[in-house]
């Protein structure tokens, strides 16, 4: 059964520090996925946070996060990270790990980020 699990959320004061993991499990050939970071408040739609491309590793962000947050992904565990930098009041979310290879996509359950004093 394919499986993606987060984990790594909490509450952290502003300008603090958080690293998210996503474990994927039942996945044939993981590197093969191109692997993102999805966050949604509440009362607002789900975003798209940073991607980590499946071929070369190449990392794409939002605006929004660029130059605090970095995504990256160890093949030989099967794991994609996101590490969290200066984090603002804003960014408290559910963060979602997706997966995507050709037209197959799968959605992790979330895991919660609250960035509060």
């Known amino acids: 059964q394919v499986q993606l699990v987060e984990s790594g959320g909490g509450l952290v004061q502003p300008g603090g520090s958080l690293r998210l993991s996503c474990v994927a499990s039942g996945f044939t050939f993981f590197s093969s996925y191109d692997m993102s970071w999805y966050r949604q408040a509440p009362g607002k739609e789900r975003e798209l946070v940073a991607t980590v491309t499946s071929v070369k590793g190449s990392t794409n962000y939002a605006d929004s996060v660029k130059g605090r947050f970095t995504i990256s992904r160890d093949n030989a565990k099967n794991t994609v990270y996101l590490q969290m930098n200066s984090l603002k009041p804003e960014d408290t979310a559910v963060y979602y790990c997706?997966?995507?290879?050709?037209?197959?996509?799968?959605w992790g359950q979330g895991t919660q980020v609250t960035v509060s004093s």
């Open positions: 997706y997966a995507k290879t050709r037209s197959i996509v799968y």
